[in-house]
């Protein structure tokens, strides 16, 4: 029972992402796992409990996800590097309606995601920066706790089109997270953290032109 469910509801959180929320019916997400809208209810109670644990699944991915900035076995500058990697087959799929849809129709659930989100992102971030700090890619001066809620601002405003920063499509251009990236280790990295930024983030760009 509970097995199906999360596959029902992965699988719905795939539509929400491609096609946003509004328009993905329960029909919809009935007919892509191959059974009638009668066998769904029987696993899911309505369309708002898809929608929460949905973004519970989300969250949950999110988690997985951030675990890169406390990988040992890579430096602080290399972690983004690795989240980017992560994050690079993803982006594609991604329809910045499904913010929207969120935003006007699921509030209180959106900020239940973005409260959990808010967390485990800085938390993830916080660690980098003092790992960074210690292997000297990051002047000792910087201040985690500030830097760390910075780059989480980049989560719920910078990659949600309906602020009107960026479009959608320039959301699904993983250049943009490079010149993110890029801008802040240019504002806390220590000229031998800059080394490693060249060497990861502007020689491979080079290398895919």
Do not use: W
């Not at 699944?57 to 500058?77: P, T, W």
């Amino acid at each position: 029972m509970e097995s199906k469910r999360l596959e029902i509801t992965k699988n719905a959180l795939k539509l929400f992402c491609q096609y946003g929320i509004k328009s993905v019916s329960m029909d919809d997400i009935a007919r892509e796992q191959g059974m009638s809208k009668k066998t769904l209810y029987q696993f899911i109670n309505d369309k708002n409990d898809l929608v929460e644990a949905a973004l519970q699944v989300a969250s949950d991915q999110d988690c997985k996800v951030m675990v890169v900035f406390k990988r040992n076995d890579l430096n602080a500058i290399e972690q983004f590097f690795e989240f980017k990697t992560i994050m690079e087959p993803h982006i594609g799929q991604y329809q910045p309606t499904i913010m929207f849809d969120l935003k006007k129709y699921y509030p209180n659930v959106l900020q239940e995601f973005q409260s959990k989100q808010k967390d485990v992102v800085i938390e993830a971030y916080s660690s980098n920066i003092i790992q960074g700090k210690k292997e000297g890619n990051y002047h000792d001066d910087v201040d985690e706790s500030i830097i760390a809620r910075l780059l989480f601002a980049h989560h719920i405003f910078t990659f949600d089109d309906s602020n009107g920063l960026f479009s959608s499509n320039d959301l699904r251009n993983m250049e943009l997270f490079s010149e993110i990236f890029k801008y802040h280790f240019r504002g806390i990295c220590t000229p031998k953290g800059l080394e490693e930024v060249e060497r990861l983030f502007c020689e491979n760009n080079e290398e895919n032109k």
